[in-house]
């Protein structure tokens, strides 16, 4: 089992659209969870923070579950510029020990007009 | 601004030779880490440094070499051992709340 596992995709949505992801990771021990933006052949950049208590961002919303082990990721009011590869992070760096930050394999999003 | 610059943006590199990405940040992170992205994966830990003249292996650092003799800088040595380089390296720092923050990335071609 892969420890952070998220649908690859592709979704393809009409713009206007709510749209879901999930990423579950395996290490109940995680500390920090992210979500990531990569747009094609570019760097990856930080959208959001999760945290335990969830998180709204404008039309995103981030999710924690501890007890599931998931992490999800809500748009609403779906963009073309929404069009995107979605990454799921996993920190479970502690300040006295060597970091281990793992990656999904994105999930990749398409709106269409 | 701060932030992290990577160059080359582009690469070229025969068979056999050796090249260097350089990897620079001005954020003052401790912190700094090396990734490789093939088309259509995810990435993939090559080396990393907690601190100053101290690095750690990733997942993937067979054909690579890094050094950490500056907190600002952190190259890294793409070898002749590492049998197929063609990809997007991608450089990064951790910040406070141990978010990643990468640089725009160098893209390797073996020719």
């Known amino acids: 089992r892969k420890e952070v596992e998220q649908d690859p995709g592709p979704f393809n949505v009409p713009e206007g659209a709510t749209v879901a992801f999930n990423c579950t990771y395996s290490n109940s021990a995680s500390q920090s969870f992210f979500w990531y933006r990569q747009d094609c052949r570019k760097e990856p950049k930080l959208l959001m923070s999760v945290y335990s208590s969830g998180n709204e961002d404008g039309r995103f919303t981030a999710q924690l579950n501890r007890a599931s082990q998931y992490i999800s990721l809500l748009i609403r009011d779906s963009k073309l510029s929404d069009s995107a590869t979605y990454l799921c992070v996993v920190n479970n760096r502690g300040y006295s020990s060597a970091s281990k930050i793992i990656f999904g394999s994105g999930t990749r999003l398409s709106i269409r007009p | 601004d701060g932030g992290i610059t990577q160059s080359p943006k582009y690469l070229f590199r025969k068979e056999g030779q050796n090249v260097t990405l350089s990897c620079e940040q001005n954020l003052n992170h401790d912190a700094m880490y090396w990734y490789r992205q093939d088309p259509g994966q995810g990435l993939r830990l090559i080396y990393y440094?907690?601190?100053?003249?101290?690095?750690q292996k990733g997942d993937i650092a067979e054909g690579y070499s890094v050094s950490r003799e500056k907190k600002e800088s952190f190259p890294l040595t793409v070898t002749s051992a590492q049998k197929n380089p063609t990809a997007f390296y991608l450089c990064?720092?951790?910040?406070?709340?141990?978010?990643?923050?990468f640089g725009p990335g160098t893209r390797l071609t073996v020719l």
């Open positions: 990064a720092s951790i910040g406070q709340f141990n978010e990643q923050f």
């Open positions: 440094s907690q601190i100053v003249n101290d690095f």
